[in-house]
């Protein structure tokens, strides 16, 4: 058994428990911080607190992820919901610009559904549009930060994070977390790539061109 081969799997078996426990722990220390957001959610846009959302997780298994609610329910007229920048309120801009608000999905880790570290959970919608190559993000557990999120995060093209995913996918290991882990700290710190540009988050992926 070749060293690399060792490391590769004792890295894939203690991954899942490091998760769980650091999870159990990081909602512990948090828990003040987390009532306190919660209660602001719930004054300034009602209930629900949390947003809960199906996601596809590793092997594209669906799960339910958690989050603060950071919108409005408004509608136009024709009861269609309005655009992601006119529902996103200051205080919901604020908890996405410190990332605060991905902070419920502690509890989705602690549950096992995702990791610290892997790509991020995107919408069902999208799994008809992936190409067998971009698909490869769902071999590993979504995770909280990734590769892609400290390399520009929704600064970048939709191409460019699925290319960052697949390349994370083929290269994990017990330090590229770690670093992953310290980078996305300082990048939460300096709230860098938070949008796309002229979007307030990130545009619909659309499919790849043909």
């Known amino acids: 058994m070749s060293p690399s081969y060792r490391s590769i799997r004792i890295y894939r078996q203690f991954k899942g428990p490091a998760d769980r426990v650091g999870a159990l722990l990081a909602l512990l220390l948090l828990a003040p911080l987390l009532l306190v957001v919660a209660l602001l959610v719930r004054w300034r846009l009602g209930a629900p607190v949390l947003f809960r959302q199906l996601r596809p997780g590793y092997r594209e298994r669906p799960f339910?992820?958690?989050?603060?609610?950071?919108?409005?329910?408004?509608?136009?007229?024709?009861?269609?919901?309005?655009?992601?920048?006119?529902?996103?309120?200051?205080?919901?801009?604020?908890?996405?610009?410190?990332?605060?608000?991905?902070?419920?999905?502690?509890i989705n880790i602690l549950r096992g559904e995702m990791s610290f570290i892997?790509?991020?959970?995107?919408?069902l919608d999208y799994l008809p549009l992936y190409s067998a190559e971009q698909a490869r993000r769902h071999h590993v557990k979504p995770g909280?930060?990734?590769?892609?999120?400290?390399?520009?995060?929704?600064?970048?093209?939709?191409?460019?994070?699925?290319?960052?995913?697949?390349?994370?996918?083929?290269?994990?290991?017990?330090?590229?977390?770690?670093?992953?882990?310290?980078?996305?700290?300082?990048k939460v710190i300096r709230r860098d790539g938070i949008s796309a540009a002229g979007d307030a988050t990130m545009p619909p992926f659309q499919g790849n061109n043909r």
């Open 64 to 106: 339910r992820l958690l989050k603060f609610r950071t919108m409005t329910d408004h509608r136009d007229p024709s009861g269609a919901l309005l655009s992601d920048a006119e529902r996103l309120t200051p205080l919901g801009r604020w908890l996405r610009s410190t990332s605060i608000d991905e902070l419920p999905e502690l």
């Open 118 to 123: 892997g790509p991020r959970p995107l919408l």
């Open 144 to 186: 909280f930060s990734g590769w892609a999120q400290i390399n520009g995060r929704n600064a970048l093209s939709w191409e460019e994070k699925f290319r960052l995913d697949v390349w994370y996918v083929d290269h994990q290991s017990f330090w590229l977390d770690l670093r992953i882990f310290l980078i996305t700290i300082w």
